[in-house]
């Protein structure tokens, strides 16, 4: 009997893009594991869940959801899909079914960047308007990047793309964690999204947690190796058994 390894995919963040997985996706390579870096749209909860679901839906075999932040959400909804077996929280978190993140982030101290987020009006079809966020360049290291070189930081700023503020605001309809085993890593150096918050949330699901005192928001590219260990040890309970 041998087993089928699970697909990764992998979730980014608002005021990200899938670039920020390179550094993850080299290293799971190197594990002999399939990694694939989904686009996540950043339109709104259900949008972007609905995307990944029909990313997930193509892909034969298990897979192992990864979540960093807010993808951290999109992955708890997309994750009830039946080939998803486990779940993955980057410097995220595991949001209710019911619960939004500002439902989440009442309980709190407030994150330090929200007042620098830059807001900015966006059309959502010929009449309507909504509004998505951006990070100022000048703040992206300090609140997200600050174990970052300066340059590579800038980069990443000038990568990121905007996010619809309703994310905020739009809870999951399920929680994937509630069935799924899930892993998480907190970040506890965290300027963007408070440390206490993803512990209590990865608490309350039963994940393995892995704590890096030190780490930013931005851990996916300032410390790729124990990101992908972690992935890897959810990848490795979720093989499947095959004849």
């Known amino acids: 009997m041998s087993s089928t390894r699970p697909t990764v995919v992998l979730v980014h963040d608002g005021c990200s893009d899938a670039t920020s ?10 594990r002999g594991l ?11 909860l259900a949008h972007d869940s609905a995307y990944l679901a029909s990313v997930v839906a193509g892909i034969d075999g298990p897979v192992v959801l990864v ?3 807010y993808g951290g959400a999109v992955i708890t909804e997309a994750g009830a899909a039946p080939n998803v ?26 994150s330090p960047l929200l007042s620098r987020l830059r ?39 000038a990568l990121q793309r905007p996010v619809a503020e309703r994310v905020f605001t739009d809870a999951p309809t399920v929680a994937a964690w509630r069935t799924k085993p899930s892993w998480a890593l907190v970040t506890g150096a965290d300027q963007a ?15 393995a947690v892995l704590e890096l005192p030190e780490a930013s928001h931005a851990v996916a590219v300032s410390r790729p190796t124990t990101v992908a260990e972690l992935i890897q040890d959810a990848a490795e309970a979720g093989s499947a058994p095959t004849a």
């Open 67 to 69: 979540g960093h932040s």
């Open 21 to 30: 997985w390179f550094g993850v996706i080299a290293e799971l390579h190197r």
């Open 193 to 207: 999204l408070p440390p206490p918050l993803q512990r209590f949330t990865a608490g309350r699901a039963g994940a």
């Open 34 to 44: 399939t990694a694939v870096a989904a686009a996540n749209p950043l339109r709104g």
């Open 119 to 157: 807001r900015t009006a966006f059309a959502t079809n010929d009449t309507d308007r909504a509004t998505e966020l951006t990070v100022p360049r000048e703040a992206y290291r300090p609140f997200l990047a600050a174990d970052l070189d300066p340059e590579v930081a800038q980069v990443l700023a």
């Open 85 to 110: 077996v486990s779940l993955v929280y980057v410097a995220a978190y595991l949001p209710d079914a019911g619960e939004s993140h500002q439902a989440l982030a009442a309980r709190f101290a407030p």
